[in-house]
């Protein structure tokens, strides 16, 4: 027999009164993974999670975690650890109660129970604070509680439930890492939501990018940037997102395909001998570079990328081109076609 | 500069004093007057047309002291405020969790366990009257079937202040049960699901998560309930009126009785001080030593 993923989810569903949850949800994970579900508000990653949680019961489908069929099984019988958005941590209980909750509900013993207290305390950098309660805490240490939480029974899988939300960006980036670093360091799997791509891309091994309860496109964050099956994953990976220039702008693609091109691949043309000629609409300065938007009537979301300070007279007409390599050409139904 | 901040503190002061003088001038004329009022006459004695009211100092309280219905009294008091406080909130907490849970015809449930609060007073004494009434009755109804005997539950000194009591907690657990519901919905959602995920039982999650939680509002209703249980008066004129032989009278019906039965209001004065002074200091012990073990939001 093949070496099954740690964790499988088989044609899954889930809807509420008729209206759609998730569908047709077939994934497969394999232990120690990085797996981020990305995808706008509503498009059914958190209920993804939930069902995988447990808070949810699937309607169609199976669901496998290492190897043992928990679909129906409750969530406290999954071995998993869960972060959730809020963080969910107890008001009334000090920082070391809300870690050891769930040890002291499954009746481990008082000195076991001291001991995997302090190494979850000292990974996520919260000795000290023991005997505070979560409404003395600042954001990010209560971001680190929920994460001591759920560490600490050591529990091989953990799901968390865009758990860098609440945060200013600043410390979004570092505990970003520091959650990365964690999850190598302890060789755990962790399926993360977020609807933020930056996230998915900086800390996953595979992203499953969904809309509409539907997963568009599972691969690795390169995949997704290089490779999108469709123009929504065009559209959604990458900032600036990948412009799409309707074939008949361009001569030799052919009528009605849309033509897909990342900001990095394109370049001003001299004079006259540009394969489109634009009108500049914003420049927006970013510190290193200087994003230029540019507007054409048959074409969305066309930006160039240019060194330094460099912003270009609003109105102004220019000349681009690009490589025929770069382009991804989709169909009128936005698939990517193989070229 | 100065004289601007000064100005602008000055304003801000006459805006508070505004703002508070409302509620100062009612509490004064309807709270604190009459309090200083009563206790000023508990120290008098009681004017007849041969003897005027002359000074007595603390006559009046150990006049009480003495008296033997005034320890029958108290004793009812502290039996009927023992048995419906506790049991009430139970009730309440009980009522208020299942009502809270997921069931079919929730709105129905809530309405029906609140019903007894909405009812006035009166009202539901009278309603208590026909159960209780012996032979008529629907208790002694339902007992004839099963062969019991009559009892007349208000007319005999065993049973009449239980019959009490059994109605005030019919009556103060669907209002308890209300700040209770509202209560446990503040807490939010999520934490259930992380204590389903770290594998706490229902019971264990009620015990470790929401009765604390619940705590402050618990420490509200055990104060409402302890001023209900001295405040009791409507009840009992329909239903005792304090009988037989003072079995069921409760401290404020003592005083009614005193001040407008046997208009001796300097006793009755001199009770309503120290009915005030235990309550506050109940009250005081309340707020002050159990609310520092409290978790608030």
């Known amino acids: ?339 | 500069m100065n004289s601007h901040v000064n100005l602008e503190r000055r304003r801000q002061a006459i805006y508070g004093w505004l703002l508070l003088t409302p509620a100062m001038i009612l509490l004064s004329i309807f709270a604190f007057y009459p309090s200083i009022a009563t206790l000023w006459s508990s120290l008098f004695s009681r004017n007849t047309r041969r003897r005027p009211s002359e000074y007595v100092g603390g006559e009046n309280y150990s006049d009480l002291f003495a008296d033997p219905t005034f320890w029958l009294v108290v004793k009812n008091n502290l039996l009927y405020a023992g048995v419906t406080i506790p049991v009430s909130i139970a009730i309440a907490l009980a009522m208020a969790l299942w009502a809270n849970s997921k069931i079919s015809a929730r709105g129905f449930v809530r309405t029906a366990y609140f019903t007894p609060t909405v009812l006035p007073m009166i009202a539901a004494a009278n309603l208590w009257l026909f159960f209780y009434t012996p032979g008529l009755g629907v208790l002694d109804q339902i007992g004839g079937l099963f062969g019991l005997p009559t009892v007349n539950w208000l007319g005999q000194p065993e049973t009449a202040l239980w019959a009490i009591i059994i109605v005030t907690i019919w009556k103060e657990a669907g209002f308890f049960m209300i700040f209770y519901l509202a209560a446990l919905q503040t807490i939010p959602e999520d934490l259930k699901e992380a204590a389903d995920i770290e594998g706490a039982s229902r019971w264990t999650y009620t015990r470790r998560i929401v009765l604390p939680l619940l705590m402050p509002t618990t420490l509200f209703i055990m104060v409402n309930a302890l001023i209900n249980s001295v405040k009791l008066i409507d009840h009992l004129f329909i239903l005792t009126k304090g009988g037989p032989s003072d079995a069921s009278k409760l401290i404020l019906y003592y005083i009614w009785e005193m001040a407008f039965a046997f208009f001796d209001s300097p006793h009755a004065a001199a009770m309503t001080i120290m009915v005030l002074v235990v309550l506050g200091v109940v009250a005081a012990i309340q707020f002050f030593y159990i609310d520092k073990r409290t978790h608030y939001q």
Request: with cysteine; net charge negative; glycine share 10%.
């Open chain 1, 1 to 339: 027999m093949s070496e099954q993923p740690f964790v499988v989810l088989d044609n899954v569903a889930k809807r509420w009164n008729g209206q759609l949850g998730v569908e047709h949800v077939s994934l497969d994970i394999e232990e120690g993974a990085f797996v981020a579900l990305l995808g706008p508000s509503g498009c059914g990653k958190s209920t993804t999670l939930r069902l995988l949680a447990g808070l949810e019961t699937a309607d169609e489908g199976r669901i496998l975690i290492d190897g043992r069929d928990v679909t129906t099984s409750a969530a406290s019988d999954r071995n998993l650890s869960m972060v959730f958005q809020s963080y969910a941590l107890f008001p009334h209980l000090s920082v070391a109660e809300n870690v050891v909750f769930g040890l002291k509900v499954r009746r481990v013993p008082r000195a076991e129970r001291r001991e995997k207290l302090t190494r979850a305390l000292t990974i996520t950098g919260l000795i000290g604070y023991e005997v505070r309660k979560p409404g003395e805490l600042s954001g990010g240490q209560r971001q680190r509680v929920a994460l001591a939480r759920a560490i600490v029974a050591g529990q091989r899988l953990c799901l968390m439930d865009e758990p860098l939300s609440n945060l200013d960006a600043k410390l979004r980036t570092s505990v970003r890492k520091d959650i990365k670093k964690l999850q190598q360091d302890l060789g755990i799997t962790v399926i993360y939501v977020t609807h933020d791509q930056t996230e998915a891309m900086s800390m996953a091994d595979k992203i499953v990018l969904m809309k509409d309860g539907h997963i568009q496109q599972v691969g690795t964050p390169s995949d997704l940037y290089n490779k999108p099956n469709n123009t929504f994953v065009a559209e959604f990976i990458g900032a600036p997102p990948m412009a799409l220039i309707a074939s008949e702008a361009l001569a030799g693609f052919g009528p009605s395909k849309r033509i897909g091109l990342r900001a990095e691949n394109i370049v001003l043309a001299p004079e006259g001998t540009g394969r489109m000629t634009c009108r500049v609409s914003e420049s927006e300065f970013l510190g290193a570079e200087t994003l230029i938007g540019l507007e054409h009537e048959q074409a969305t979301g066309l930006t160039i990328i240019r060194p330094g300070l460099s912003p270009m007279t609003v109105g102004q007409e220019v000349g681009i081109t690009f490589d025929d390599a770069d382009l991804h050409i989709f169909d009128a139904s936005g698939n990517r076609l193989v070229s």
